[in-house]
């Protein structure tokens, strides 16, 4: 699994976590960074991408030497930097699927990136994504629809083959809902709410769960299924560390401490 996404230097979120969460899950993980930031778990204090010609420059090595199954996007700060990744992707690995996680709007409701940069994931890498992983604010900002469904239809009629609508941002009497529509269908995926500031890095997880499941071989429903059990299990598994000042990491490496 190819990860291409930015730094967190705290571990919880991030290149950082993909790589713990394909490890736990029994896919090795190559990494391409398209930023560094400076963050710990109370927040993130600045963000410096990588120039999208040294971000092509790693993705042609990673091709070229490994044999990658899956792909998964994380933060993509500008329209420069997507264009790099859609045209490296079409080029170098145009069968390989994509799990695209849109890092635009963080939990507090902040946009993360500009206008500009969301017109270009939904024009350039929506309609490669064999997933995409909004939450629901995200889901808004790409389709301007407020309905979970039919945002996920919007992302579907996009090009996206799936959308992973994700419901954390809006339980319902104590429950989590995400929606995953595709294939003519909509299933559903619940949850407890987890009562934890111990969150930090679960849309990470979550895409990259589904990753590295694609990359062992599974289909879309049984990968996303797959790892949406293991990130309800390192919430749960979280909830009871304490790592950092602020709002820790889930536990990445619970199956491998259960083993």
């Known amino acids: 699994m190819l990860t291409i996404a930015g730094s967190d230097p705290s571990g919880g979120a991030g290149l950082q976590a993909d790589v713990k969460t394909a490890t736990a899950l029994g896919c090795y993980a190559a990494t391409v960074v398209t930023g560094l930031t400076v963050q710990d778990t109370t927040g993130v204090h600045a963000v410096h991408p990588v120039e999208p010609a040294v971000v092509r420059a790693q993705l042609e090595a990673v091709a070229a030497d490994l044999d990658v199954r899956a792909v998964k996007t994380g933060m993509l700060g500008d329209v420069a930097l997507v264009a790099a990744v859609a045209d490296g992707l079409a080029e170098l690995l145009p069968d390989v699927p994509l799990v695209l ?23 350039l890498l929506v309609p490669r994504a064999q997933v995409v992983t909004p939450n629901a604010p995200e889901a808004v900002v790409l389709t301007g629809e407020d309905d979970r469904e039919a945002a996920g239809a919007a992302l579907v009629a ?18 989590v809902t995400d929606l995953l529509v595709g294939a003519g269908a909509t299933r559903t995926l619940t949850a407890p709410w987890r009562d934890t500031p111990h969150t930090h890095g679960t849309g990470c997880t979550l895409a990259s769960g589904i990753a590295a499941r694609l990359a062992l071989g599974d289909d879309v429903p049984a990968a996303v299924t797959a790892a949406h059990a293991f990130l309800q299990a390192a919430l749960v598994s979280g909830a009871g560390r304490t790592v950092g000042r602020g709002h820790g990491p889930v536990d990445h490496l619970w199956r491998l401490r259960e083993a």
Do not use: N, Q, Y
Not at 101 to 123: Q, Y
Not at 158 to 175: I, S
């Open 158 to 175: 996009l090009g996206a083959r799936w959308a992973l609508v994700k419901g954390g941002h809006v339980p319902v009497d104590g429950v």
């Open 101 to 123: 996680d849109p890092v635009m709007v963080a939990t507090s409701g902040h946009r993360l990136v500009p206008d500009e940069a969301v017109a270009a994931i939904r024009e």
